[in-house]
T-cell receptor, first 108, second 111 residues
Framework: KNEVEQSPQNLTAQEGEFITINCSYS?????LHWLQQHPGGGIVSLFM???GKKKHGRLIATINIQEKHSSLHITASHPRDSAVYIC??????????FGEGTQLTVNP | NAGVTQTPKFQVLKTGQSMTLQCAQD?????MSWYRQDPGMGLRLIHY???????DQGEVPNGYNVSRSTTEDFPLRLLSAAPSQTSVYFC??????????FGDGTRLSIL
């Protein structure tokens, strides 16, 4: 079992829909990252959080430390949100452990 | 306003050749790291550095060397390329030992 599990692996939505991507992890962590990777390959850091909730524009990230679970929500989804979303956890030392990513496709 | 700059963007090597992937950042970040990304495996840490003169191994360090002589630069060296090192490589930098800014990646093919 991977230390970081994401669901779903693939997600297709219609423009305007509310989207949720989930991340579960099996170790104690000090921080969790959500990353976005566009078809061109570049990676952008969306959020780093250790508790509660963060919001940036249409993106919201939440984390429940006790349940070892985080969610990334996208409100009013748009085709430009189509990308791979990656969850990564910071457990100890100086290394992140990454999930395999969720491929999101938003159709117009 | 360059952020993290990786060069080259693409490279094809023959087995046994050596090369250096360059990574530079202009944000004065102490933390820098190298990852490889392979299908079905996600990103994996190769080496990292928490400051000039300090480097350490990540999850998959074999076959790779790094050095950190300046805060800005963190090159990754392949001493004798192998087909198993065919991958996409990302460099990242950040504060508080967290990777927050990523380069655009280097697609490396070893024949």
């Amino acid at each position: 079992k991977n230390e970081v599990e994401q669901s779903p692996q693939n997600l297709t939505a219609q423009e305007g829909e509310f989207i949720t991507i989930n991340c579960s992890y099996s170790v104690g962590i000090s921080a969790l990252h959500w990353l976005q990777q566009h078809p061109g390959g570049g990676i952008v850091s969306l959020f780093m959080l250790s508790s509660g909730k963060k919001k940036h524009g249409r993106l919201i990230a939440t984390i429940n430390i006790q349940e070892k679970h985080s969610s990334l929500h996208i409100t009013a989804s748009h085709p430009r949100d189509s990308a791979v979303y990656i969850c990564a956890v910071w457990a100890s030392g100086s290394r992140l452990t990454f999930g395999e990513g969720t491929q999101l496709t938003v159709n117009p | 306003n360059a952020g993290v700059t990786q060069t080259p963007k693409f490279q094809v090597l023959k087995t046994g050749q050596s090369m250096t992937l360059q990574c530079a950042q202009d944000m004065n970040h102490e933390y820098m790291s190298w990852y490889r990304q392979d299908p079905g495996m996600g990103l994996r840490l190769i080496h990292y550095s928490v400051g000039a003169g300090i480097t350490d191994q990540g999850e998959v360090p074999n076959g790779y060397n790094v050095s950190r002589s300046t805060t800005e630069d963190f090159p990754l060296r392949l001493l004798s390329a192998a087909p198993s090192q065919t991958s996409v490589y990302f460099c990242a930098s950040g504060k508080d030992r967290q990777p927050q800014h990523f380069g655009d990646g280097t697609r490396l093919s070893i024949l």
